[in-house]
């Protein structure tokens, strides 16, 4: 959060931007960690590994997803609904322009129904929080791969977060000690 706020854009005149961009960061990932938990909770359970709380009727839906692809497939169905209607009311002129459904397709396609479903695959293999500090690493990669692929320039305020980021994800994947 430092290197965002200290990275303020110098369009920003007010601050209000900031602030904004900086909620909506937070908001972003707490609904990403919610995903991961709830995606993992449900495919364990689709496995037999969890109980689910809720009654026998829950238990029964969670014994007809076999391999998990039903829940990924509710979970997506669900979050499109709200991404519709903003898509409607805001991105209406961009519907319109043919040039843009190649790419409208393959974002939908490839990083977002294969990305998310090899995310799910890793989520039978781990726990929520191992997949999601291995997730964390994405921004890095993506920045990295911007600097060497498309010749992006990234500043030292970029750098230092890159570093901070892989840092702190290095922190966070050393065991801890348990205390006696």
Do not use: C, K
Request: hydrophobic share 60%.
């Amino acid at each position: 959060m430092v290197v965002v706020t200290l990275a303020r854009s110098e369009h920003d005149g007010g601050g209000g931007a900031l602030a904004l961009g900086v909620a909506s960061a937070l908001l972003a990932g707490l609904t990403y960690a919610l995903y991961s938990w709830a995606v993992a909770r449900g495919l364990h359970a689709a496995a037999g590994a969890v109980s689910v709380p809720g009654g026998p009727g829950v238990e029964a839906v969670a014994a007809g997803l076999p391999n998990g692809r039903g829940l990924v497939g509710a979970v997506f169905g669900i979050a499109a609904v709200p991404l519709v209607v903003l898509v409607l009311v805001a991105g209406a002129p961009s519907l319109g322009e043919g040039g843009n459904w190649p790419v409208f397709l393959y974002l939908a396609l490839v990083p977002t129904v294969l990305g998310h479903s090899l995310y799910a695959v890793g989520l039978r293999s781990v726990g929520a929080s191992v997949a999601t500090l291995v997730s964390l690493l994405e921004p890095v990669v993506a920045a990295v791969l911007a600097v060497l692929v498309v010749g992006e320039h990234l500043g030292a305020t970029g750098w230092l977060g890159i570093a901070l980021v892989v840092a702190g994800l290095a922190v966070l994947a050393v065991p801890g000690r348990r205390l006696r």
